[in-house]
């Protein structure tokens, strides 16, 4: 063995940087109740020490796991704490990071069976649930990405591919320069995301048409074209501000009558199918042909997991197809063909580790509460003079201010007090405040505490 191999060995043995993390990451959790949700300025300055050129040398690792941890630590931002609003994103369960710590020593590449029977195993497992949760059809199939936005490209990628079969073209032989042309649907509300995925695929903006939106951001049907099979709809299940689901039913029928494809975006909305206190909302959303979601996100797995569901598994596999002489398929589920990637994580065992600890019960409750929480905030901030400009059917809230000014005040000053944190937005081509409810973590208390501090913002700006 040579000099590295021999540090290695010894490294893995004593177990020692394993420790060190440990401690490092339970001293973190014991204290983020006191930390700032967003770093100072101070902080901040610190990251300076690891700009230096690429070492000749190795070092000692235990110095290097210090560094991280003193200057890393402080300049996170505290998401997995009660006070993060901002980006819809999500908490870890305790059993998601947990499980999570145990598969990153497996280090598990999910592409193939004969890489990972646990793995192949969990995500055929995960997709029988996901199935049973969403109350999709028996025969959909899901494929583990990165999230949504890979997810949305898989799930278009296979309307591409089933779309211009009908109109009698197989793009993967011919390519997309001479074929027919397909017409992409969008309302107005639609995720950024998806525009880019539509651009990845070859369609160019030009494709797509425009549908107006209502006053919360849901497509208008009545608006809609004359449908066709040269058709790909994308619908959303809580629109990234407003948190407003589409009509699903009503679209999804006018799409099957006319052999349309219908995708459904629901990085963060599509968990409120899991209680019936959503019903109205997501009524429908099992008419769809391909669906897009974040565990990450309302499910607070750690990151990054999100689902692609395609209820035509020849379409999702077809336009995802891998080819490779060395590849060695099996008669188990092999992960790899229901995603863009072949090499990947196996994040489907920290998702498996969250809907069995949770259940059913479990996911209806957490859904309930993040959806409770909204309530009270945007009942809080009415009760101060706070404008909510949303329908609070979910977990999104949107507020304003009097003025355009002084929102953007407000908002920059709650950002910059470390208390809490939001992000801004344009709302019917105003800025507006963008709280977003995920964290399993968050109580009524620091609801109570972030809108104080909102309150107390709003003061300190009509002084300025």
Excluded at 37 to 56: G, H, Q, R, T
Excluded at 91 to 100: E, G
Excluded at 147 to 171: E, M
Excluded at 339 to 356: N, V
Aim: glycine share 6%; hydrophobic share 45%; aromatic share 8%.
């Amino acid at each position: 063995m040579n000099k590295l191999q021999d540090q290695l060995f010894a490294q893995q043995k004593s177990k020692a940087l394993l420790k060190q993390a440990q401690v490092a990451a339970f001293e973190y959790i014991d204290q983020q109740p006191n930390q700032r949700v967003f770093p100072d300025e101070a902080s901040i300055k610190k990251l300076s020490i690891f700009e230096e050129s690429l070492p000749e040398l190795t070092c000692d690792p235990a110095l290097l796991l210090e560094l991280l941890d003193t200057v890393g630590s402080v300049n996170t931002v505290a998401q997995t704490g009660g006070r993060y609003f901002g980006f819809v994103n999500g908490n870890a369960l305790p059993v998601t990071l947990a499980a999570k710590w145990l598969s990153d020593v497996w280090d598990q590449n999910a592409a193939l069976y004969v890489m990972s029977p646990i793995a192949s195993k969990l995500e055929s497992i995960c997709q029988t649930w996901l199935n049973q949760l969403f109350h999709l059809p028996k025969q959909t199939v899901a494929g583990f990405v990165s999230g949504t936005s890979i997810a949305t490209l898989s799930g278009l990628a296979a309307a591409r591919f089933r779309q211009l079969q009908k109109l009698g073209w197989d793009v993967n032989q011919q390519g997309l320069f001479s074929a027919p042309k397909l017409r992409l649907i969008l309302g107005k509300q639609t995720h950024g995301t998806v525009a880019k995925a539509i651009s990845l695929l070859g369609f160019g903006q030009a494709s797509i048409e425009w549908i107006d939106c209502d006053d919360q951001g849901r497509m208008i049907v009545d608006q809609l074209p004359l449908l066709d099979a040269s058709c790909i709809l994308v619908l959303q299940a809580g629109n990234v501000n407003s948190g407003a689901f589409d009509d699903f039913t009503r679209v999804c029928q006018l799409a099957q009558q006319a052999q349309a494809w219908v995708h459904i975006d629901g990085a963060f909305g599509l968990w409120a199918k899991a209680s019936k206190v959503f019903d109205k909302h997501t009524k429908g959303m099992e008419l769809a042909d391909s669906w897009s979601v974040d565990a990450h996100k309302t499910l607070n797995t750690p990151y990054d997991c999100g689902v692609v569901m395609c209820k035509d598994a020849e379409a999702l596999t077809s336009a995802l197809h891998q080819q490779g002489s060395y590849i060695q398929l099996s008669e188990q589920r092999d992960g790899l063909l229901y995603t863009p990637e072949m090499s990947k994580r196996a994040r489907a065992i920290e998702l498996w580790a969250a809907m069995k600890y949770l259940g059913r019960w479990g996911i209806a409750e957490l859904v309930e509460q993040l959806h409770s929480h909204a309530q009270l905030f945007a009942g809080l901030l009415t009760d101060h003079g706070f404008t909510v400009l949303n329908d609070v059917v979910f977990n999104q809230v949107i507020i304003s201010c009097e003025t355009e000014q002084l929102t953007q005040q407000t908002l920059m000053l709650v950002q910059q007090s470390g208390e809490c944190w939001c992000g801004g937005s344009v709302w019917q081509e105003k800025s507006v405040i963008r709280i977003s409810l995920c964290s399993w973590a968050t109580t009524e208390q620091d609801i109570k505490h972030a809108v104080d501090t909102f309150i107390q913002a709003r003061s300190q700006a009509l002084k300025t």
